[in-house]
């Protein structure tokens, strides 16, 4: 079967420093893929990359059978896929709900986005608590939350997560990750970028381990498991 | 009493103005980073089709809309030509780009309308004044307050309630990310320029129906007055830059008025210094803007 996201020979250059050299990565339909490393491996330079906030200096990223390598980020969304930046970086001067709104902003149907809100509010009902609030003043899981939620408000097919446990309290990092199985079992297919290892290989069908801009090892999650110590500390 | 309240009304029509021109700057350099001194130049083009339709005999209810629409053309023009091949270049290659775009239409002013200052037909009922309570009152005052509250108000209402005023405060805040939502980038760079020619329009229409007149550098000193006011307020917030807009003018009219005959000659000098006061106490102005700075494209 055709796979939804595929990456070949993708490479990322910030000036004189290639920053990804030359990776091919395919994410089937209702997968979860991780993609993990150490900071600096090129992890998020290949997601921010495939949504288009920075230009592919080779290679192509296709999605869904469609060349999606050269899109500016605005018309990301529209094919049907989205990222959830590193950071979380949700509209801290904006309410909850507006947030939401925004990341609904490509979607025409009024009922679309009624539909997609009731849905996020289902998964997170501490947004719906709070929807008034200045997303600024919520807690750093319940950002991420909003983050994640805002991310989905497009209904996206498939989700880039990246660094979604960055900073969060370990019972937080847990929820997230039992959030993005949810989310599998409803059809969403995601690559969820990650430095917790373990925590990401728990819940992953597939993985690549990237390092220095690199793949340097790929399989089953559960062989990854076996070799990812020693792979992630660079022992070989 | 009398007087302070008098000389308050004024302090509120020059500081509406003032706000309004603030407002313009603030909302351009919230989205992307530009301190677009060619805003003054905007005013000056409203200006002139204010004086063109007067020597057209085109009704003065009809000539005020077109030269805010005339504004907003420029304004948009402005960044289609101008800007947006430097959208992702300093700050400092941006600043300089509008300092080109203002004196490049200076002299076309200069040399294609007239280096004087050109008479503007502006009806007798501006002129006017109103008895409020003890108190005599310009009706282009009165005019003057109402306009800007309207617009004000209207402003705030878009920018809160309205998708593309939330995206446009989105975009401010984190312009990345605004676009990974699929909010376009020149679309809302192009609206921002728009709402700022909208508001350097209205603030024209109500500066030249003061002065009834319009010469090629009219914009100059307005605009440096709302650069300061939305310094002092905070340079790019949005609130800051009204709230700026109004202290400022305040202090310049009560200065007028208050300060003693031989110090008059000081007066810009213990205004700015007032300023600098302020600043000294709020670095970051008034209301601080909450992203203190703007994220490029």
């Given amino acids: 079967m055709e796979p939804l996201l595929k990456l070949s020979d993708f490479r990322v250059r910030y000036g004189a420093v290639e920053a990804v050299r030359g990776i091919d990565m395919e994410i089937g339909k209702g997968e979860i893929v991780a993609l993990l490393g150490a900071n600096g491996a090129g992890k998020s330079s290949t997601m921010n990359a495939v949504a288009g906030l920075v230009p592919v200096t080779q290679g192509r990223a296709m999605f869904d059978g469609r060349d999606i390598t050269d899109l500016p980020p605005e018309a990301i969304p529209v094919s049907g896929l989205t990222l959830a930046p590193e950071g979380r970086r949700v509209f801290g001067t904006l309410t909850v709900e507006d947030n939401l709104r925004m990341g609904a902003y490509a979607v025409q149907d009024p009922d679309d986005v009624r539909r997609a809100q009731d849905r996020v509010f289902a998964l997170f009902p501490i947004l719906e608590e709070r929807r008034k609030q200045w997303a600024g003043t919520l807690s750093g899981g319940q950002q991420q939350m909003l983050a994640i939620g805002r991310a989905l408000m497009c209904a996206p097919r498939l989700l880039l997560l990246d660094e979604p446990s960055l900073g969060l309290a370990p019972r937080v990092v847990e929820q997230v990750f039992e959030l993005i199985v949810t989310l599998r079992d409803q059809g969403v297919t995601i690559c969820l970028v990650e430095q917790n290892v373990a925590g990401a290989l728990d819940i992953a069908d597939r993985a690549y381990m990237m390092r220095s801009g690199r793949i340097v090892g790929q399989g089953p999650a559960a062989d990854m498991r076996d070799r990812s110590a020693d792979s992630y500390l660079g022992a070989h | ?297």
Wanted: glycine fraction near 8%; hydrophobic fraction near 60%.
């Fill in chain 2, 1 to 297: 009493m009398d007087l302070i309240l008098q000389q308050s009304v004024n302090a509120v029509a020059l500081g509406g103005t003032y706000a309004l021109l603030a407002l313009g700057l603030a909302m351009v350099f919230s989205i992307m980073g530009l301190i677009n001194f060619a805003h003054g130049e905007l005013m000056t083009i409203a200006g002139y089709v204010l004086m063109y339709c007067g020597l057209a005999s085109v009704p003065f209810v009809l000539a005020v809309p077109l030269a805010i629409l005339a504004a907003m053309a420029a304004a948009m023009a402005m960044e289609r030509i101008a800007f947006r091949p430097v959208r992702n270049a300093s700050g400092a290659t941006m600043l300089v780009t509008s300092f080109a775009v203002a004196m490049i239409l200076q002299v076309v002013f200069q040399n294609f309308i007239s280096v004087r200052s050109q008479p503007v037909a502006i009806p007798d009922f501006l002129g006017q004044s109103v008895t409020l309570g003890g108190l005599v009152i310009g009706v282009n005052k009165i005019v003057a307050i109402l306009a800007t509250l309207v617009m004000l108000v209207t402003l705030e209402l878009f920018m809160k309630r309205q998708k593309h005023g939330i995206a446009m405060r989105a975009a401010a805040e984190d312009f990345a990310v605004a676009r990974l939502m699929g909010i376009r980038a020149n679309t809302v760079i192009s609206a921002a320029f728009a709402l700022s020619g909208l508001l350097a329009g209205v603030a024209a229409v109500l500066w030249v129906s003061q002065r009834a007149s319009v010469d090629p550098l009219m914009g100059f000193t307005p605009v440096l007055k709302a650069f300061i006011a939305a310094i002092l307020g905070g340079l790019g917030s949005l609130r800051g830059a009204v709230a700026g807009g109004f202290l400022l003018g305040f202090i310049e009219v009560f200065l007028a008025a208050f300060l003693p005959a031989d110090w008059q000659a000081f007066r810009e000098p213990i205004g700015l210094s007032l300023v600098v006061l302020v600043l000294v106490v709020r670095p970051n102005g008034l209301i601080p803007a909450a992203t203190l700075k703007a994220v490029k494209v």
